[in-house]
């Protein structure tokens, strides 16, 4: 059995058995990979999009695409505009590079929060996360009971490699950012993301100007790099 039949057979049971879920998307190439077999397989399951008014403008032209695509209309999730002005005034607009406490600030007001709201009256929610992505990450299941959120979560693409994402775009002509072919491996916010050289870490672009442990923004892992539910827990 094909690592893309296990993720399809995955969703399908998603769609069937924890309904209503919902696919939060980074609109990372490993998020268009599982819009692209949602889409296919018109399954049931709901697609957003955490619009941090940060991000570059090829990766929200994803929006419209997807739509285009396979007829998924994406809901935006933005921040609070009080906590972004709050923010600003206070701190900066790019104050994130001051600190790690105020990235983590930054990140929890732009993504952290308008996650809660996503994922508000949902019984699943489904991830883009791999195991091959970073040490943070190296032990993600392809389900598990999410605490923090009261609901399950699912990362279908767990034990897909990089090369088996980039076959999938490839082999099915599906749309993916444009930033991707400029030397990106992983795109998050403009003013926080940079191209990476051969050798780098995929996640080396992340944050670059803090120590290496710190390459999360906090909905899936802690920004030290524990899971979200291990920091939960603490």
Not at 11 to 24: E, F, G, S, Y
Not at 120 to 140: C, H, M, N, Y
Not at 204 to 212: K, L, M, V
Request: glycine residues 6%.
């Amino acid at each position: 059995m094909t690592r893309e039949t296990v993720a399809r057979d995955l969703l399908v049971r998603i769609a069937q058995d924890w309904r209503p879920a919902t696919l939060a998307s980074s609109l990372s190439v490993e998020d268009m990979v599982l819009a692209d077999l949602i889409g296919r397989e018109k399954l049931p399951i709901e697609l957003f999009v955490l619009d941090t008014g940060r991000l570059h403008a090829d990766t929200l032209d994803l929006v419209g695409r997807i739509e285009l695509r396979y007829g998924i209309a994406a809901k935006l999730y933005r921040p609070e505009r009080q906590a972004v002005n709050t923010y600003v005034v206070r701190f900066g607009r790019d104050a994130f590079y001051g600190s790690a406490d105020l990235r983590r600030k930054c990140c929890e007001m732009r993504k952290v929060e308008p996650l809660k709201r996503a994922l508000a009256g949902k019984r699943a929610w489904i991830t883009g996360l791999r195991r091959e992505q970073a040490a943070t990450r190296s032990v993600v299941p392809f389900e598990e009971f999410d605490r923090v959120h009261g609901l399950q979560k699912f990362n279908p693409l767990a034990d897909w490699s990089e090369d088996d994402i980039w076959a999938h775009i490839r082999r099915n002509d599906v749309p993916y950012n444009a930033l991707y072919d400029q030397g990106y491996r992983s795109i998050g916010c403009a003013p926080c993301t940079r191209p990476v050289v051969p050798g780098e870490d995929p996640r080396a672009g992340r944050w670059w100007w803090e120590s290496a442990a710190a390459s999360e923004c906090g909905i899936h892992f802690s920004p030290d790099g524990k899971p979200v539910r291990e920091a939960a827990q603490a």
